[in-house]
């Protein structure tokens, strides 16, 4: 089960910090990963980290300004977001799933429920 939480409203070139908890005794061995959905677009790949020894992943359009970390013995999967855009608006998901880190949804098999950011200009 994944828990995601920190969501909010922030101005332009702010910071936000989003986590994701996961329970259950293989969280440790799961990689994890961010995902965003805007309305009306598709949901796209933000970072993700494999399992320990963690190897981290982002995407070219948050690269420089979001980072990805396992904290607390790797059962929490945290998201530093800085120097926030208006176009980084959106429903963040966190997901999991056994094997390596992977860019793509289709490739998690479990989903927390979305947590919102928005960004005002």
């Known amino acids: 089960q994944l828990q995601a939480s920190g969501g909010g409203l922030v101005q332009a070139g702010g910071t936000l910090r989003l986590s994701c908890s996961a329970s259950?005794?293989?969280?440790?061995?799961?990689?994890m990963g961010w995902f965003r959905q805007a309305p009306g677009k598709e949901r796209e790949f933000v970072a993700a980290s494999s399992r320990r020894p963690a190897l981290t992943s982002h995407a070219d359009s948050v690269r420089g300004r979001f980072t990805v970390s396992r904290v607390n013995a790797n059962n929490t999967l945290s998201l530093d977001m800085n120097d926030l855009k208006p176009e980084d608006s959106a429903v963040y998901y966190c997901?999991?799933?056994?094997?390596?880190?992977?860019?793509?949804?289709?490739?998690?098999?479990?989903w927390g429920q979305g947590t919102q950011v928005t960004v005002s200009s």
């Open positions: 997901a999991a799933r056994s094997g390596g880190l992977s860019r793509y949804s289709g490739h998690y098999t479990y």
């Open positions: 259950g005794r293989t969280a440790i061995n799961l990689a």
